[in-house]
């Protein structure tokens, strides 16, 4: 299996710019999870979809931020506009089953930085 | 919610001594506690994990204690080798919250 894919792997882009990551979970995940990383708050979760549907979005931040899961395969986590405290490594993972039961099979990330 | 609680937040240690990392979490319903470790560039990968049906569990130089009464479980690598360097992050996964890691670097 090819792991979780996320692209891009390095983003650089001026502030008030629209910035879209992607993902490709493990295909028959159930589960889809958007984190950020950074120094200062360590790994937070932003959002989790089950079945494509979102259950919990009360980690993402602030309205500038949308998530969207149009099929199984893919998922899109997009920021508009950008600001530079949005600067950080963004993570997808996916999992099997039930949430919280199972281990997180993590992407090797986005790192995202707004100028 | 889920607060989870690492210690310590960094880790030097010796070639070949051991290392031993704690975490404690704060909801008595969480029944899987998974151990991830991150490389330089790349996603955490898991490594170990424990189910709170069992105290102990061993996968070579590497092993996890859980103790469901006090709320902690701990994170045991003997033997370290230089490539254990890494941050490495527990989690009580019963509301995907994790502890803010612990970088390891293992000297040669």
């Known amino acids: 299996d090819a792991g979780v894919i996320q692209s891009p792997r390095h983003e650089v882009t001026e502030m008030g710019q629209e910035v879209t990551l992607r993902c490709k979970p493990i295909?028959?995940?159930?589960?889809l999870f958007w984190y950020r990383q950074t120094m200062m708050r360590g790994l937070e979760l932003l959002i989790y979809?089950?079945?494509?549907?979102?259950?919990?979005d009360s980690g993402m931040p602030e309205d500038r931020f949308s998530a969207k899961m149009p099929n199984a395969s893919f998922s899109t986590l997009k920021i508009q506009p950008s600001e530079p405290r949005d600067s950080a490594v963004y993570f997808c993972?996916?999992?099997?089953?039930?949430?919280?039961?199972?281990?997180?099979?993590f992407g090797d990330g986005t790192r995202l930085s707004i100028l | 919610g889920e607060n989870v609680e690492q210690h310590p937040s960094t880790l030097s240690v010796q070639e070949g001594d051991s290392a031993v990392i704690k975490c404690t979490y704060s909801?008595?319903?969480?029944?899987?506690f998974p151990w991830y470790k991150q490389e330089l560039g790349k996603g955490s990968q898991l490594i170990i994990d424990?189910?709170?049906?069992?105290g102990e569990k061993k996968d070579q130089r590497i092993a996890v204690t859980l103790n469901k009464t006090a709320k902690h479980f701990s994170l045991h690598i003997t033997e370290t080798q230089p490539e254990d360097s890494a941050v490495y992050f527990c989690?009580?996964?019963?509301?995907?919250?994790f502890g803010a890691g612990t970088r390891l670097t293992v000297k040669p």
């Open positions: 993972a996916s999992s099997l089953e039930k949430r919280g039961n199972q281990p997180q099979h």
């Open positions: 295909s028959g995940h159930d589960y």
């Open positions: 979809f089950n079945n494509n549907v979102p259950i919990d």
């Open positions: 909801d008595s319903a969480s029944n899987y």
């Open positions: 424990i189910r709170s049906n069992v």
């Open positions: 989690a009580a996964q019963g509301d995907m919250r």
